[in-house]
């Protein structure tokens, strides 16, 4: 199981980001013709701790939200949104509960090549396995 899902419900559930980029989120790459500004779900890393006893049941993955946008501005304020509506979200997916927690990755960049720039922000999510 992946972490993408819990962080894609948190967005769909947040109608101040919807009022910037719409339903454009995707998982691992968006289509090419997509309008800005958008957002890319990529799981970077996961694990499931263990315990004395055995694994936790609460698997942890990595998750990087990419903003690409045609302006500073607009990949700031959607992250921010981001930012807002994930840092400490708490809630369930498919009969899992879940919690998401902000990480250090937060980075700009601009890729002159197509002429968008982009803010990369991490994000920490813990989910328990249904029983």
């Known amino acids: 199981m992946s972490a993408l899902p819990f962080v894609k419900k948190a967005i769909d559930d947040d109608t101040s980001i919807a009022n910037l980029i719409d ?15 958008y957002v890319v779900l990529v799981q970077s890393g996961g694990s499931e701790p263990y315990m004395l006893a055995g694994a936790s049941g609460w698997p942890e993955g ?16 959607v992250g921010e949104a981001l930012i807002a509506a994930l840092k400490n979200w708490r809630g ?6 879940a919690s ?18 982009r803010r990369i922000i991490g994000f920490s999510v813990d989910w328990k396995e249904p029983l």
């Open 23 to 37: 339903d454009r989120v995707f998982y691992s790459v968006a289509p090419q013709s997509t309008p800005t500004p």
């Open 100 to 117: 998401i927690r902000r990480e250090a990755i937060d980075s700009f960049d601009h890729i002159p090549s197509t002429d968008q720039h």
């Open 62 to 77: 990595d998750v990087q939200t990419i903003v690409v946008g045609s302006t500073f501005i607009e990949v700031e304020e």
């Open 92 to 97: 369930t997916w498919n009969n899992r509960l």
